[in-house]
Structure formats: structure tokens, C-alpha cells
């Protein structure tokens, strides 16, 4: 099947601790995209790729880091550093900028 | 990127035609309108692109005035699978950026 997969769908984690999370996919997209959503908020944009091994900040860069190293794959690490960073994670992938694809989401809680 | 403005929700009921305004005044000439549609506890889902004039596809029809400045999705005939919130994004295909405001919640009842 291809598509875009996420995991886990939830995860929790102790305040102060990094956590990654997981985003793959299988439809030879080039662009790849990371997004948060808070309840009752619509999407804001983390992190986007546009090609292998390069990325570039959107708007809410602050306190998370990504890799792309390989075309399936676009890890997001939440640091410690991010203030507030229980919230919904999503990522997508794009053969153009206006089709996105997205996955099932990352439900992530920090206590 | 233009900025998008939308009613923040709507109720229907089935069986009904459901028109869906976005406003863009500040669209640039090589954007294009597309609407995604998002359920709870998931990830977007793209519906309908368009530059002008109207498009239609199996799911609904977006319809695009001369100016540009606005667009409407029309979802004909929703049922109660229709319940969701519809973002409008404007822009071009160049940046790899897209901006999703607050979107519209549509509530659809028996």
C-alpha cells in the first residue's frame, strides 16, 4: 500500500526529555512537511524538505529539529527546548506544493 | 502568501447544497485556491484546486469570480459524513509553503 505512515499515534513523555518522532513514506515524493495543531487551531508549519538532505524553517521552528537524509523518511525531534510541546503532529508529503498527502498524526503529551 | 478569511462554522442539514466563501483580496496573480478537508483526530484531506472560473470533481465545486478576490466550495447534497472543518489555502506552487488558517467547521445534521 503505499502512503504516508506515522508513529507512534501516542506518545507520552516527562517534561525536559527529547522525543522523535517518526514520519515515512513510499510515494516518491519529493517534499516533505511537518506540522503542529492545537485544539481548535488550524495547521502551522514546523519544518518543510524540498529535496534530500536539504530543509527549511516554517513558522514554529523554534524548539524542533529535522533530518532528511533519505527520500522516504523526515524525522522530527521535539526538544527539550520547545515550551509547549503537547499537541497533535502531523506530516505530509508532496509531489507538488498544492497536493499534500498527509499521515494519521502524532498525538504527543508532555507532563 | 494571501491571507484567507472564512465563516469559523456552519450547520446544515443533510440533503442540502452547503456553499462555503473564502475571501482572498490579496491574492497574487500565480496563485492558485485549494481546499482541504480535515476530520477529528486526523490528517487533512485535499478536495478541490482551482486557478478561475469553476472546477468540479466527484466530491464538490469550486467556483472562482472574475477577480479572484474570493472563491466558494459547494458540497452538493452533504450528509452526515460531511461534518468537518474545510481550510482554503491560496497560493502559488513555488515555496513549499502553505499557510492553513482557522478553517471552517461544518456541522451537518439529521
Known amino acids: 500500500d503505499g502512503g504516508i505512515t506515522q508513529s507512534p499515534k501516542y506518545l507520552f513523555r516527562k517534561e525536559g526529555q527529547n522525543v522523535t518522532l517518526s514520519c515515512e513514506q513510499n510515494?516518491?515524493?519529493?517534499?516533505m512537511y511537518w506540522y503542529r495543531q492545537d485544539p481548535g487551531q488550524g495547521l502551522r508549519l514546523i519544518y518543510y524538505?524540498?529535496?534530500?538532505?536539504?530543509?527549511q524553517k516554517g513558522d514554529i521552528a523554534e524548539g524542533y529539529s529535522v533530518s532528511r537524509e533519505k527520500k522516504e523518511s523526515f524525522p522530527l525531534t521535539v526538544t527539550s527546548a520547545q515550551k509547549n510541546p503537547t499537541a497533535f503532529y502531523l506530516c505530509?508529503?508532496?509531489?507538488?506544493?498544492?497536493?499534500?498527502?498527509f499521515g494519521p498524526g502524532t498525538r504527543l503529551t508532555v507532563t | 502568501l494571501a491571507k484567507t478569511t472564512q465563516p469559523i462554522s456552519m450547520d446544515s442539514y443533510e440533503g442540502q447544497e452547503v456553499n462555503i466563501t473564502c475571501s482572498h483580496n490579496?491574492?497574487?496573480?500565480?496563485?492558485?485556491i485549494t481546499w482541504y478537508q480535515q476530520f477529528p483526530s486526523q490528517g487533512p484531506r485535499f478536495i478541490i484546486q482551482?486557478?478561475?472560473t469553476k472546477v468540479t470533481n466527484e466530491v464538490a465545486s469550486l467556483f472562482i469570480p472574475a477577480d479572484r478576490k474570493s472563491s466558494t466550495l459547494s458540497l452538493p447534497r452533504v450528509s452526515l459524513s460531511d461534518t468537518a472543518v474545510y481550510y482554503c489555502?491560496?497560493?502559488?506552487?513555488?515555496?513549499?509553503?502553505?499557510?492553513f488558517g482557522q478553517g471552517t467547521e461544518l456541522s451537518v445534521k439529521p
Open positions: 490579496n491574492i497574487a496573480t500565480n496563485d492558485y
Open positions: 482551482g486557478y478561475k
Open positions: 489555502l491560496v497560493g502559488d506552487n513555488l515555496g513549499g509553503k502553505l499557510i
Open positions: 505530509a508529503s508532496s509531489p507538488t506544493t498544492y497536493e499534500q498527502y
Open positions: 510515494l516518491n515524493h519529493d517534499a
Open positions: 524538505s524540498q529535496i534530500v538532505n536539504d530543509f
